[in-house]
């Protein structure tokens, strides 16, 4: 039995060379292609909110339909090059298909990606087929990542839920489209993923979100305290107590105030935020002092005058 589609009034439109690459897809970057297809032009946030999808999801999908040439950047420009410049395409895997006996073969004579293959399976905790070792290979060999890094990568799409062979490859495309094509790279932009995500589970329980998706903004906010402002969980309670003791609801806009403000003093520490509170108590109680201490001498003269009054007439 066929199908095929009912198009009604409406349809959207996918570019042609889609075909060519839609079996290396995911569930994942087939939503975002659609979402795409049916919202027009829309950055990593926007397709999260649409989707439900977490924004690294997204970017990782985005990165990988980027590689494939199906989609491009908003004011990204084609420049088609010559077969033999580099176009800054990652190749695609199709270009590096062995057959079992020359997998074999390279690895008897290559002891490092022999190495890699056996250590990949250990990670991901399965045997490797033909065309998984396949992979591996094109990321050793194409991409020319070493050993260090593709345990790396593996390791991050098992932490994640994903011991796929195809993941790891779509992953590994995405990182290289976007300069992250080498061990020290690798590792930062895990550093930061994994501090970025420890703040964003922090905020969710200061905040009681629970697992609704964050909007654009709240994702912007967590990402200048985390990656612009280096906060730590001390400091973004501290401002947290601090918000909620002039306001009754929690506010995000509220607290990036707080931080702001404290980034632009160069207030980094609970101890600095508290001694700069009670500067600004000590500062507040002690203009009201002398408010009520000006307002008592003023009146302290003003009986006085009327009691020296009050004298001059029984005088008289």
């Not at 932490?159 to 993941?167: D, K, M, P």
């Amino acid at each position: 039995m066929k199908y095929e589609f009912i198009l009604g009034n409406n349809a959207l439109i996918l570019p042609g060379n889609v075909r060519d690459y839609i079996k290396n897809a995911t569930g994942e970057d087939a939503r975002v292609l659609v979402a795409l297809a049916a919202f027009g032009p829309a950055d990593e946030f926007e397709i999260s909110d649409k989707l439900g999808m977490s924004v690294s999801a997204v970017k990782e999908s985005l990165s990988f339909w980027r590689g494939t040439g199906v989609i491009k950047a908003h004011g990204e420009k084609e420049e088609p090059k010559p077969k033999e410049e580099k176009t800054g395409v990652v190749p695609e895997p199709e270009s590096c298909s062995y057959t079992g006996e020359e997998i074999e073969k390279i690895c008897k004579d290559n002891q490092e990606l022999r190495n890699i293959i056996n250590q990949a399976q250990e990670i991901l905790q399965k045997s490797f087929s033909t065309a998984e070792c396949n992979v591996i290979v094109y990321l050793y060999d194409y991409l020319r990542l070493d050993s260090e890094y593709i345990w790396m990568l593996c390791v991050y799409c098992k932490n994640h839920g994903h011991t796929s062979l195809r993941y790891v490859e779509k992953t590994a495309i995405g990182l290289c489209d976007r300069g992250i094509d080498n061990t020290d790279r690798l590792d930062a932009f895990l550093k930061e993923e994994s501090k970025r995500n420890d703040v964003e589970f922090y905020i969710r329980k200061l905040f009681g979100m629970g697992e609704r998706a964050l909007t654009p903004t709240e994702r912007t906010y967590i990402k200048t305290w985390c990656s612009d402002y280096s906060l730590s969980k001390e400091m973004l309670e501290k401002a947290y107590n601090q918000m909620m003791e002039n306001i009754t609801q929690p506010s995000m806009k509220y607290m990036n105030a707080i931080l702001s403000s404290w980034h632009r003093e160069s207030i980094d520490t609970p101890d600095k935020a508290d001694e700069k509170q009670n500067n600004y108590k000590n500062k507040k109680k002690q203009k009201k002092e002398k408010e009520n201490s000006s307002f008592d001498i003023d009146e302290f003269f003003e009986l006085a005058a009327n009691r020296g009054k009050s004298s001059e007439k029984k005088g008289e």
